[in-house]
């Protein structure tokens, strides 16, 4: 009787014994079969696209003693070299075959492999391809699910240059196998996942193949590609072409003509990927229908939010008089206002998300988002949320114009420094002012979100009533997240640490009656989150 031990690859043979029929089974013929079932639970048992086409290689390479070796995969009638043992990643990311054309698109469109054992005296076209291999032999074989060719492995250059026979076409043609049976069920896995937006608009943004990006006429007038360059597409002879329409200088809508030709063209008209900044603009574009999507977790959509937040802070920084910066921040205050309208009332994840790296815009995003989530648990009305948002957004805008070295430094500011902080304040107020798109009453938090219950802040001293109500919330969630962040000075304290900091230590500063709401809005079961306030 035969027996298989797999956990060492052994066969032991009763002499006496024989397989179905009557027939006695080869022992070299088991031993084949015995590798390549271990070849099918190998390729099978890989549920990562990117393993699987090295796993393939790996054998391939190993099994047929190959010093060169490629996997590639048809997509859209092309085949595109997914993974090689011999070249960098950078050339494999362009190589690019037409199925037809050359040794693997004739596999791939023959749905048959090839065996060539010695290039010299092989047909014309193989003859036209032997400069590619430093040895006389090579073999290719196409992957195979339900009669469609999916892809192809080329083999070539087998180490002490020797020829490959058919012994090893009939191996590759196994690892070819069950290469397609893992890309088919890799593919079925995939469909039957569902993406949230986010990850499908990350899978469209870093796409390799797609170097382009298209625009809205919004996102070019008023939106994140507004400073970007623009490219027209047309097309010749079936290709696709980029022609640079305008280098992102002064004002792309400068007359009337222009205009009208963008409005015509609007659906031809790109900008290029090019790194972080532009992710994050393409995903300002798409905002809104990410904080929609009921797909997406509230913390992928916040963690969105949050990320487009700087990036508008960075370009505000940039080019602070730009009105369209303005307009984009107001967009972003409508996407947090909707975040906060479909969490149910559920703040914990808004007031508790973890803080951005960006000390700076870092604040002001987290002051916004929790600011109008008080606001909104006050009662606020639409428009008083947006205007009030915005003027939280906004307010440390006049940081911009501080050297970093003084707001970031790790010691106590000497009277100097806290003098040159305190300017912050009205230079903010005056550049919102200038820009004729911010509303004055969200111009005054700029001006008032550092004054004092008491008289005791600054820039003039206010106390009272002669703060309006949005100074006097803007202060509190100021500072309540001012203590609950880890500075350059201190570490974070817990919220039940701020809350009694702000009502016993700082006794005066704030209006008792919005603290004592601000603290009761903490203490909702809604917004406590593993600590009592």
Not at 4 to 12: L, P
Not at 74 to 95: A, G, R, T, W, Y
Not at 167 to 188: F, G
Not at 272 to 288: I, S
Request: net charge positive.
């Amino acid at each position: 009787m035969l027996t298989i031990t797999r956990d060492n690859n052994t066969i032991k043979k009763d002499e006496n014994s024989l397989g179905a029929g009557g027939i006695e089974i080869n022992s070299t013929h088991l031993k084949t079969i015995v590798k390549r079932e271990a070849i099918g639970i190998a390729l099978t048992s890989i549920f990562d696209h990117e393993k699987l086409y090295k796993m393939a290689v790996a054998l391939a390479t190993h099994l047929l003693k190959a010093k060169c070796v490629s996997l590639m995969v048809v997509q859209d009638n092309i085949l595109h070299l997914k993974f090689s043992n011999h070249l960098p990643s950078e050339i494999m990311e362009q190589c690019r075959v037409k199925v037809g054309t050359g040794i693997s698109g004739m596999v791939a469109a023959k749905k048959t492999s090839l065996l060539v054992k010695d290039i010299e005296n092989s047909t014309r076209y193989i003859k036209q391809n032997n400069k590619r291999y430093s040895s006389n032999s090579f073999v290719s074989t196409p992957l195979i699910i339900n009669e469609r060719v999916i892809g192809v492995i080329n083999v070539s250059d087998k180490h002490d240059d020797e020829l490959f026979n058919e012994s090893d076409l009939n191996m590759l043609m196994t690892i070819a196998k069950y290469s397609a049976i893992a890309i088919r069920n890799l593919t079925l896995i995939d469909k039957t996942k569902k993406l949230t937006l986010v990850k499908q608009l990350n899978r469209d943004y870093y796409d390799k193949s797609v170097k382009y990006l298209p625009v809205t006429l919004k996102s070019i007038r008023v939106g994140p590609f507004n400073k970007c360059e623009i490219y027209l597409k047309n097309n010749n002879n079936g290709k696709d072409n980029y022609v640079l329409y305008w280098n992102g200088g002064g004002k792309l809508f400068t007359n009337e003509k222009r205009e009208a030709f963008i409005r015509k063209n609007v659906n031809k008209l790109f900008v290029q990927k090019n790194g972080r900044k532009q992710y994050l603009r393409f995903m300002e574009t798409n905002m809104e229908r990410v904080v929609e999507d009921e797909g997406t977790s509230i913390k992928e959509k916040l963690d969105v939010v949050k990320s487009v937040a700087i990036n508008i802070s960075s370009d505000i920084g940039a080019w602070p008089s730009e009105a369209c910066n303005i307009e984009r921040s107001k967009q972003w205050v409508n996407s947090v206002m909707e975040l906060i309208n479909i969490s149910g009332n559920d703040y914990a994840d808004l007031v508790y998300t973890k803080k951005p790296d960006k000390v700076l815009c870092g604040h002001s995003i987290d002051v916004t988002i929790i600011g109008l989530a008080f606001a909104y648990h006050l009662g606020m009305n639409i428009e008083e949320l947006n205007e009030f948002g915005l003027g939280l957004f906004l307010q440390d805008i006049g940081m911009q114009t501080i050297d970093p070295l003084i707001f970031g430094k790790s010691t106590k500011l000497n009277d100097d420094e806290f003098t040159i902080i305190k300017k912050h304040s009205e230079i903010g107020f005056h550049m919102l002012q200038a820009s004729t798109k911010v509303s004055a009453e969200a111009c005054l938090l700029s001006l008032f979100h550092h004054e004092n219950y008491d008289g005791s802040g600054y820039p003039y001293g206010l106390n009272g009533n002669d703060i309006n109500y949005y100074g006097r919330i803007s202060r509190i969630v100021d500072v309540y997240n001012a203590l609950t962040t880890d500075r350059p000075y201190a570490n974070a304290l817990t919220t039940y640490e701020a809350c009694r900091i702000m009502k016993q230590d700082m006794n005066g500063t704030f209006d008792s009656k919005i603290l004592n709401s601000f603290v009761g809005f903490l203490k909702s079961p809604l917004v406590v989150k593993n600590e009592a306030v």
